[in-house]
């Protein structure tokens, strides 16, 4: 890549934001108005720095005339003024520090607040929208709104207590030096409008480029997340070049973009440097001058240069506040729109009386992911409480969609969906969560030990947690596991089985004594005879006063021990009944299982070597 050169982005006519300090200020303002206190209290120390900074250059312009310059003439310097001096010096330097200590302490904790505030608020969102909205928006994307966007939004909030501070540090500064001396304060002043206008030309050019760096991080994001979570696919189909390539594409456009934003900051931060000490020296220049003709005191000069000497750094805050705020704006548009998005499921406060497997309702169920192409048109269905009863159809008739439906990850365009009579709409979070359970057909395992992906955090008595293992024929491989139930089990659960996975997503579920268990082809990756002896245990638990359970089922064997039958098709239950009435009278459902049986016969059983267990184990 040496002796690349990379294009700047906005060469040429650069389109302007308009607005875009205006909206960057209003932003800093809410963030100051969110955390007063904080803020408030950074100010002050910023406006104490500011103020202590002045005095500084005053006590320095006094000790020359009234020390230093007597010293001289007298050839003696007397010890009280010298500690005079002395203690002057050291009371503002230790005011001094204490203004920075505050103003930088306390405003990069209103920062980190800012940021957590708005990263707890993105995550919640995150949480309550449906499922059809994640759908439409990319994993790294929405990585980017809670980190690199919210980060972005805050940046300014940094050096914006000092950059006040400023602002009265110029203030008194300013009468300071008019009433030192005029002439040289004019003189010295003569910079300052200078260095605003160039301030203000500085972030208007810098504005669409930072704005464009901050859009192309979130794209990169998104290009690493998604290579990185298809690593299987990648790598298995050799895909490793072509998606190496995607991503160089899109981080070469990051690396030109923030290429192009320290073009500006080359040029214009030697400039922003160089104003001050020029004013600096144009005030020495005039300064000696007017000590020679005796229209100044030598004191006066040394405050007045002093003053533009130390006030030139704290003015560059002004321009770090505005050059931050285009990716102010960007990061906050980003941020708002996840949470001004519509569409968070809202639940209601109602419970499910009683105790045991509830039964199960649905009523012309319609949905369809997009207008006009239906999933599910008219659909109606019941389980009784205690039994079992098998979902099949074939694939993309709706099974999966139907199993999200009951349990609110998405909602239904028409249709009821009721829980002992009871619409799950009007269900709280907490009853519909307590009442229902779904293990999906895509099993995830967090990076945490067996018990915490059981239990996911939850005080549940390990007995139950082995009962629930034994149930979902998970007990013995755990077992086997070096520390058991605290056994790590690494990212998405990489040391286990596709098997034992699927189990343990099991166990999670039955952990919770659900009265309505769905499960969406939730044995697919193991054997016929584990999913027979999985589905044997939750008979076993269902006499016992276990949960009502609906299983999408693709084997004849495991269709055969559900008590009935419903046969999905076109978006629609079309039969039901007993497994052995429908293959008689349903050629369609007859050629289904039979089809599904014979894809399915060759597969290879589970790597993990443990025996079948058909009846519950004790302990291990």
Avoid: C
């Amino acid at each position: 890549m040496r002796g690349t050169r990379f294009a700047d982005p906005y060469a040429g006519p650069v389109p302007r934001r308009s607005g875009t300090t205006r909206r960057g200020l209003a932003i800093m303002a809410h963030g100051a108005r969110r955390e007063w206190r904080l803020f408030g209290l950074a100010t002050i120390g910023s406006v104490l720095y500011g103020t202590l900074t002045v005095a500084d250059a005053w006590v320095l312009g006094w000790a020359t005339d009234a020390v230093i310059s007597p010293a001289f003439d007298a050839a003696a310097l007397d010890a009280s003024d010298l500690w005079l001096v002395t203690a002057l010096f050291v009371s503002v330097a230790m005011g001094r520090a204490l203004g920075i200590i505050g103003r930088r302490l306390i405003g990069g904790v209103v920062y980190f607040r800012l940021m957590a505030a708005d990263r707890r608020q993105v995550t919640r969102q995150y949480l309550r929208l449906p499922l059809r909205w994640h759908q439409r928006h990319p994993t790294g994307q929405l990585l980017s709104n809670a980190n690199a966007d919210v980060e972005a939004t805050w940046m300014a909030m940094m050096p914006l207590p000092m950059a006040v501070g400023v602002v009265v540090m110029l203030l008194v500064a300013i009468v300071a030096m008019l009433t030192a001396d005029v002439v040289l304060t004019v003189v010295g002043l003569v910079v300052f409008p200078l260095l605003f206008v160039i301030n203000i030309g500085y972030q208007r050019i810098l504005s669409p480029r930072a704005t464009l760096a901050q859009q192309l991080r979130a794209e990169v994001s998104e290009v690493a997340h998604e290579s990185f979570d298809g690593a299987t696919v990648v790598k298995a189909l050799g895909r490793e070049d072509e998606e190496t390539a995607r991503f160089a594409t899109v981080t070469n456009r990051l690396r030109a973009a923030n290429i192009a934003v320290g073009r500006v900051r080359s040029v214009f931060d030697p400039l922003l440097e160089a104003l001050p000490t020029i004013g600096v020296l144009l005030v020495v220049v005039v300064g000696v001058d007017r000590v020679l003709s005796g229209a100044a005191a030598p004191g006066d000069v040394v405050q007045v240069a002093f003053l533009f000497t130390v006030i030139a750094f704290p003015v560059r805050a002004i321009g770090w506040v505005l050059g931050e705020l285009p990716r102010s704006v960007v990061g906050w548009d980003r941020v708002r729109a996840v949470l001004d998005a519509q569409g968070s499921t809202t639940y209601g406060a109602t419970g499910v009386s009683g105790e045991g497997p509830v039964r199960l309702e649905v009523r012309n169920l319609h949905f369809g992911y997009e207008p006009g192409r239906p999933v599910l048109s008219g659909v109606d269905l019941s389980v009784e409480p205690g039994r079992t009863v098998a979902l099949v159809g074939r694939t993309g008739s709706g099974k999966s969609t139907l199993t999200q439906l009951l349990v609110r990850l998405v909602d239904p365009e028409r249709g009821r969906v009721l829980v002992d009579g009871t619409d799950i709409g009007q269900l709280s979070h907490d009853a519909l969560a307590d009442t229902v359970a779904l293990v999906p057909q895509q099993t995830f395992l967090f990076d945490d030990t067996v018990r915490g992906n059981v239990t996911l955090g939850n005080d549940i008595d390990e007995d139950e947690v082995w009962a629930a293992l034994r149930t979902a024929q998970a007990d013995r491989f755990v077992a086997r596991l070096p520390r058991t139930l605290d056994s790590a089990l690494g990212e998405r659960g990489t040391t286990l089985s596709g098997g034992q996975r699927q189990r343990l997503a099991l166990a999670r579920a039955l952990v919770r004594r659900p009265r309505l268990l769905l499960l969406d082809d939730a044995t697919s990756a193991v054997d016929a005879e584990v999913e027979q002896a999985v589905l044997a245990g939750l008979r076993r638990v269902s006499v016992t006063g276990g949960p009502s359970t609906l299983v999408v089922a693709y084997r004849k064997a495991t269709i055969a021990l559900a008590d009935e039958v419903l046969f999905l098709d076109g978006g629609r239950v079309v039969d039901r009944g007993p497994h052995e009435e429908l293959v008689l009278r349903s050629a369609a459902y007859r050629d289904i299982v039979d089809a599904y049986d014979q894809a399915r016969e060759p597969a290879a059983h589970e790597a993990d070597g443990e025996p079948v267990v058909v009846t519950a184990g004790g302990r291990p």
